[in-house]
């Protein structure tokens, strides 16, 4: 199967990461969005958005939550989504709040790359960044057992994208999370490999 990615993206990222846990490496091709083929298979998802799959028999799948259920599937299934419903549903939901913490950020980051100035509307970034602070906030906490699964991908991939694009700055008032983000990376040989420079 050929997966559509950008490098920097936390989403893409997510994929990577579950993709060489699960041992799928040999069976995933990851192709650069940004190059000829990779803007080609990006129309797979008819939202132009990044990652999509597109499996051998030429079904596409999209967004990373799909991919990374898709991938738990591939490798038996329960290893990063239980199947067990209490811990299931608990993994999907720590999913879905570092998810909330990365569609932030990029609304952040997409008010000052995409948007003038002038144009940029305090509200929506004070809203955007209060979303950011409300999930730290109850991580920091509370953080995640340490144990790899979808929800703790997807936050090593949330905060690794606030390193990325907002400089850190929620390192100073999270040293539980930094502490965590800290252990996983360290368990977790992909999530330095994986790792964008810009």
């Not at 990006?42 to 967004?63: H, T, V």
């Not at 000052?112 to 991580?139: C, F, N, V």
Request: aromatic share 8%; charged share 25%; glycine share 6%.
């Amino acid at each position: 199967m050929k997966v559509c990615h950008v490098p920097a993206s936390p989403y893409s990222r997510k994929c990577r990461i579950a993709a060489a846990h699960l041992g799928l490496e040999p069976r995933v091709d990851f192709v650069d969005a940004r190059e000829p083929a990779g803007l080609a298979l990006r129309a797979a998802n008819p939202l132009n958005k990044i990652p999509a799959a597109l499996l051998d028999d030429g079904a596409a799948l999209y967004d990373s939550r799909v991919i990374l259920e898709y991938f738990d599937h591939l490798a038996g299934g329960g290893v990063i989504i239980p199947t067990e419903p209490k811990a299931r549903f608990a993994v999907l939901t720590a999913q879905a709040l570092a998810d909330g913490i990365m569609d932030a950020s990029i609304l952040v980051l997409y008010e000052s790359r995409y948007r003038d100035s002038l144009e940029h509307s305090g509200r929506w970034l004070d809203m955007q960044r209060g979303k950011i602070a409300s999930a730290l906030a109850i991580l920091e906490a509370a953080p995640p057992a340490p144990r790899i699964d979808a929800g703790t991908i997807a936050l090593a991939c949330a905060l690794g994208f606030l390193d990325l694009r907002l400089a850190g700055a929620w390192r100073a008032e999270h040293p539980r999370l930094v502490a965590w983000l800290d252990e996983f990376a360290a368990r977790v040989p992909s999530f330095e490999a994986t790792r964008a420079a810009e």
